[in-house]
């Protein structure tokens, strides 16, 4: 079994600009948390439904909207939310035989999902669509949180070297430097688990780190 599909399925959030061009980005990373999560087989439809929501965020709130996108996963179903400012532009269905030019998307949300609604707040609304997902699973040879952590990450550098998305990033300075440390002990953790020498590598990361830093100085002085 891949324990990549044995990752603990916690919930996750992003914020991001509501633009066309993020919409690729978008669903790249959310295929990637649904392979994490042993969900593989939803992605089809989990991207098709981000995307019509995104996209209705960007036909009807604007370009540039700041938007938040709310993933989690259930015993029974994948929830994904996205979260706008605006409390006026509501999603709505229309009748696809019409001759609407628009609303066309939350017709095939709803027909790619089981369910879906709006929740509205004082200060945003909230978009949500849930598909039916199956159990974890439940024997799974790799429980270990540290190892689970550290294969997602190299999962991440596989799928997309951790792309960047606009405005995604919440942490502060230190706290940026305190994640970093533990992403290294977390892959450190890593290679001492599946037989490696974990300090041969660092020895190396660090020879390595080293002459990146030396080649970048030189650049500058030249």
Known sequence: MDCGACTPREPWDLSFAAEPAEVAALRRLLRTHLGFWGLAELTESAQLCLSELVSNVITHVGPGTPTTLAVSVSDTHLRIEIHDPDTRALPRLVDSAGDAETGRGMALVAAMS???????????????????????EANCRDKDVRVSRATNCLHLYEVGRLTHLPGSSKLSTITAEEAAIEVIADLLHWLRVHGHDADEALDRAQMRFEAYTSHAVAGEDS
């Open 114 to 136: 089981e369910r879906w609604g709006v929740q509205l707040l004082s200060d945003r609304k909230i978009t949500w669509v849930e598909l039916a997902a199956g159990p974890a």
